[in-house]
């Protein structure tokens, strides 16, 4: 197995994991919010000194890419890049959806009989960030959608037989989910998520140079104006 570093910085939660090539993961992973370009850079050292591993020794960086919270994913972007451009490393974007349905097939999955699957996430501004996915035993949680924004009475949950993520929690009540519909809504953003699929991205070759990262936006307009605060009720 390669060694990978893994950063996620696309939520409040601040996460890194580090593959080492043959034992379990290492791994780091606390709520810090705006705290989280205070410790990322220095639990990053510190995963890498347990490992007895110089950057250099690493064969690329991943990193979330998003969607998420925009200064966060700015963060992880930014610190990726600067540690990349020094060892001159490849990086492996992962999208945050792909990495929270990761680390739940890889974790959960033998619990459940589901075989589709809908990543809902809180994205603020009363609206989710979801994709659709296919889990099979023994395979990578499957993408078969693109990543949506919408509001979250929007989301197509009519094949679904588990939701999973921070969406539940805020919009439970506005998502249409039948009875049958397994909840999960404690699981998000984690950098061993970001590890899982970097680590079959590897695999298959799909590391890119760090020139070519850039973050994923669904969303392309980040704040309401004036006028559509007082309709959404966020101002009085």
Same mark, same amino acid.
């Given at each position: 197995?390669?060694? !990978? ?5 696309? /939520? ?5 994991? %580090?593959?080492?090539?043959?034992? @379990?993961?290492?791994?780091?992973? $606390? ?6 370009? &205070?410790?990322? !850079?220095?639990?990053? +050292? ?6 007895? !591993? $110089?950057?250099? +020794? ?22 990726? @890049?600067?540690?990349? !451009? ?9 999208? /945050? ?5 990761? &680390? ?5 999955? /033998? ?22 996915? @296919?889990?099979?035993?023994? *395979? @990578? ?19 679904? +037989?588990?939701?999973?993520?921070? *969406?539940?929690?805020? =919009?439970?009540?506005?998502?249409? #989910?039948?009875? #049958?519909?397994?909840?999960? +809504? ?25 020139? &070519?990262?850039?973050?994923? =936006? ?7 104006? #004036? $006028? ?6 966020? %101002?009085?």
């Amino acid at each position: 197995m390669s060694r !990978l570093l893994a950063i996620d910085t696309s /939520s409040s939660w601040c996460s890194v994991a %580090l593959s080492t090539g043959s034992e @379990q993961p290492l791994f780091r992973h $606390e709520k810090l919010s705006s705290a989280a370009s &205070q410790h990322l !850079l220095p639990w990053i +050292d510190a995963l890498l000194q347990e490992a007895k !591993l $110089e950057l250099q +020794d690493l064969d690329a960086i991943a990193v979330n890419i998003g969607p998420g919270a925009f200064t966060g994913v700015r963060l992880g972007l930014a610190v990726t @890049q600067g540690l990349a !451009l020094s060892a001159n490393l490849p990086v492996i974007p992962v999208m /945050s959806l792909d990495a929270i349905a990761a &680390q739940f097939h890889q974790g959960r999955l /033998s619990n459940h009989q589901a075989t589709n699957l809908v990543v809902a996430i809180d994205a603020r501004m009363d609206e989710v960030y979801w994709a659709q996915y @296919q889990l099979q035993l023994n *395979a @990578q949680a499957e993408r078969i959608s693109d990543a949506h924004l919408s509001a979250p009475e929007l989301v197509e949950l009519s094949e679904a +037989d588990i939701v999973i993520g921070s *969406a539940i929690l805020e =919009y439970g009540d506005r998502l249409l #989910t039948p009875d #049958t519909i397994i909840k999960q +809504d404690q699981i998000g953003a984690h950098a061993l998520g970001v590890l899982i699929c970097a680590q079959a991205m590897w695999d298959q070759g799909m590391q890119i140079p760090v020139a &070519q990262l850039e973050p994923l =936006y669904v969303r392309n307009k980040v704040a309401f104006t #004036t $006028e559509e605060r007082l309709h959404h009720g966020l %101002l009085k």
